[in-house]
């Protein structure tokens, strides 16, 4: 059995990379957000058993997997959805029991991923009348990539149609505002500071190009 200290601690770095992922999300940095929530997985089980066994929390929140089922559809992540199935896949018996729902909101949250996919190259189309049953969902999809200016609305008259600006994920050349060094990357991770593979300085990007 880990000793409290053990467990203390890494509740604390859990709790502190938490607060990292939603300072991105205040940011509006949500490629950064699910990077970091997904670096809080292997220290779940320890943050878990922490208020479990001393500060008698029996179902304690879990926000960096909120936040992972909440961004990673929008965002195409795949990659962080499988890494909360794995974690899920590893969960003790007890730790299932306190989260009886989460299967059932992982496949959810698939699903509304593969509605993503499914809509965006439709971007041009009237979503509502191609996807019907799932309006209400593809109207939030559509206004989040708005908001992270990834999608256009386009004036024109019902239904309302959708002009794409750049995809979060499309590779992109920038160019380090610090040393002038060019680095390709996702676009997504561009728009904000980052550590250049050259100088090593955090710094801000110049986006130049498309590179794909």
């Given amino acids: 059995m880990a000793k409290k200290a053990d467990l203390e601690a890494s509740f604390r770095e859990c709790l502190a990379r938490c ?13 950064a957000v699910l990077e970091r929530a997904e670096s809080t997985l292997p220290l779940l089980r320890a943050y878990i058993a922490y208020l479990r066994r001393y500060q008698g929390v029996e179902a304690p929140r879990l926000p960096s997997i ?18 909360v199935d794995a974690w899920l896949a590893q969960a003790s018996r007890t730790e299932r029991g306190a989260y009886p729902d989460l299967p059932v909101r992982l496949t959810d949250a698939r699903r509304r991923l593969a509605l993503a996919a499914r809509v965006w190259p439709s971007w041009r189309a009237a979503a509502s009348d191609r996807v019907s ?11 989040f990539w708005i908001g992270y200016g990834a999608v256009v609305k386009c004036a024109a008259p ?24 060019k680095d390709i990357a996702d676009w997504a991770d561009l728009l904000g500071a980052r550590v250049c593979p050259h100088c090593r300085a955090t710094s801000d990007f110049v986006i130049v190009a498309r590179a794909s």
């Fill in 133 to 143: 049953p799932d309006a209400a969902e593809v109207a939030q999809l559509f206004d």
């Fill in 19 to 31: 607060g990292d992922a939603a300072r991105a999300e205040v940011d509006g940095d949500f490629a």
């Fill in 66 to 83: 909120e936040l992972i089922l909440h961004y990673a559809p929008p965002m195409f992540s795949r990659r962080s959805l499988d890494a």
């Fill in 158 to 181: 019902h239904p309302p149609q959708y002009q794409l600006v750049t995809h979060p994920q499309r590779k992109a050349l920038g160019k380090c505002a610090r040393c002038g060094h």
